[in-house]
């Protein structure tokens, strides 16, 4: 490539084509690109060959690319300088706009690193978004939708848990907490008590329908899909163990479709709800043929559960087992307790890892006939 031949006069001499005032060559095929003025003493040229540089327009170079400054007369001894200023222009207002797009889809997306995640959460058990996937995140989400059952009988009185599902106080627990009470209180995660009724049973599923009088404006459950876990999932369950409401223990799910068998009334034990406050029983299952916590007595079911090392504890029975999205994925009901798998009396066990929920697909299906009041 060559630079232009320019004389010291202020414009450049072209050959001269044809007769008379011809003094200038013949329009090129495409015209030249209009210089831009950007203020006194410069002119920016766009093109992509450097100044003075043959381009394949054949006019210097100015032809596609970043913007180049005009050509200075060699008479003037010198090269405009503006280039590198005016990239460095451009790199400064593109960081400018990155940052305020970056910002603006952080915003919109909940994963800025300001502000907070107030306005992403819904009322609820929807998991805020930027929390989806934490055990921390499900908690919040669902915990106010957890409450403590404490009933009483001619056994005693019995601690066990329960899911709202419906705002005027329809609450999901175990059969088995509930069964020969006469009479049902229920907390709130915020403290207020209720006085609740039985609205339907089915002990072959251990499951049960209470409803809350007086109630309103309460924040629900979203019940998931069982039919869709996977061993390995992760889990969180919330319930009241041992009169300790809202406790949040996490696990994953260790194996799916055991077959649990439990006593279908206070038969099977010395007391019918899970967690017997004042001396009574762990609730008694049966697996694999052999006994766990107790005797399970004559009056028995089987169903299929999910098992997980979610820590479970008396008084968790009736409460939720939820998966990463905040959704209810069973309803936690029978936990191994070594200590008490004799038979002896011992309220204070604790959990070693073998908890079983009943499917929350089960719970669904079974959900018209327990709101009609049958069962078995």
Do not use: C
Request: proline content about 5%; cysteine-free; aromatic content about 4%.
């Amino acid at each position: 490539m060559t630079e232009s031949q320019r004389p010291s006069g202020e414009y450049p001499m072209y050959p001269s084509y044809g007769n008379g005032d011809a003094a200038y060559p013949p329009p090129p095929a495409q015209q030249p690109a209009q210089p831009i003025s950007t203020g006194p003493g410069t002119t920016v040229w766009p093109g992509s060959g450097g100044a003075g540089h043959s381009g394949g327009d054949g006019y210097g170079g100015f032809g596609h690319g970043l913007p180049q400054s005009a050509p200075q007369p060699s008479g003037h001894g010198r090269r405009a300088k503006r280039p590198v200023a005016l990239l460095a222009a451009v790199a400064v207002a593109a960081a400018v706009v990155g940052g305020v797009t970056a910002t603006a889809v952080g915003q919109l997306t909940g994963t800025g690193s300001s502000g907070t995640d107030s306005s992403s959460v819904v009322s609820g058990t929807t998991v805020s978004q930027s929390s989806t996937g934490t055990v921390a995140g499900v908690a919040k989400a669902v915990s106010p939708t957890i409450v403590e059952i404490g009933a009483t009988s001619t056994a005693g009185e019995s601690t066990g848990s329960g899911v709202i599902i419906t705002s005027d106080g329809e609450i999901v627990t175990n059969n088995h907490v509930i069964a020969g009470a006469s009479s049902i209180k229920v907390t709130l995660s915020t403290g207020r008590t209720y006085t609740a009724k039985v609205v339907g049973t089915d002990a072959d599923k251990d499951l049960a329908l209470i409803d809350l009088e007086g109630a309103s404006g309460l924040k629900t459950a979203t019940l998931g899909d069982s039919s869709g876990i996977k061993v390995g999932d992760q889990v969180v369950a919330i319930g009241s163990p041992e009169g300790l409401t809202g406790t949040v223990t996490s696990g994953i799910v260790s194996a799916l479709n055991r077959d649990v068998t439990v006593a279908k009334d206070s038969e099977g034990g010395q007391g019918q709800g899970q967690g017997q406050q004042g001396g009574g029983s762990d609730w008694p299952f049966e697996f694999g043929g052999r006994q766990f916590n107790g005797d399970t007595g004559n009056s028995t079911t089987t169903y299929k559960a999910i098992q997980t090392d979610a820590s479970l504890n008396p008084g968790n029975s009736g409460g939720a087992l939820i998966n990463m999205n905040g959704e209810i994925i069973g309803i936690n009901s029978a936990m191994y307790s070594a200590s008490s798998s004799g038979g002896s009396s011992s309220s204070g066990a604790g959990s070693v890892g073998l908890g079983f929920a009943i499917p929350v697909n089960t719970l669904k299906a079974d959900l018209d006939t327990l709101r009609d009041g049958n069962g078995s």
